[in-house]
């Protein structure tokens, strides 16, 4: 059974960095493509970022780009969000996600391509 296991969320100053990661239990981690996503209060989940099963490829929508930088280690089937020069408007919970794909350099930006999640963890910054 595929499980997403998030952690490092937590309370940060406007500015400050956190660094999210997401543990997986999957047999072929290089598999999967990963994303991020996240949902702030009273709003819909939206993208974040996302990484393809090689690493090779990654996107990131445009109000973290510059900010935030997705990567992935395979031989520890993890994958991070380093999140840096934090603004209050990041405040929500991210969820990281997987994506089964037959290409190893693609990547998908599509919530509903995800078909596994992790739980969350919440991210707070504070002006």
């Known amino acids: 059974q595929v499980r997403l296991v998030e952690s490092g969320g937590g309370w940060v100053q406007a500015g400050g960095s956190l660094r999210l990661s997401c543990a997986a239990s999957i047999r072929t981690f290089t598999n999967y493509a990963m994303g991020w996503f996240r949902q702030a209060p009273g709003k819909e989940r939206r993208f974040v970022a996302a990484?393809?099963?090689?690493?090779?490829?990654?996107y990131y929508t445009d109000s973290v780009k510059g900010r935030f930088t997705i990567s992935r280690d395979n031989a520890k089937n993890t994958v991070y969000l380093q999140m840096n020069s934090l603004k209050p408007e990041d405040t929500a919970v991210y969820s990281c996600a997987a994506d089964r794909t037959y290409n190893s350099g693609a990547y998908s930006t599509i919530e509903d391509e995800y078909g596994v999640w992790g739980q969350g963890t919440q991210v707070t910054v504070s002006s």
């Open positions: 990484i393809s099963g090689s690493g090779s490829n990654t």
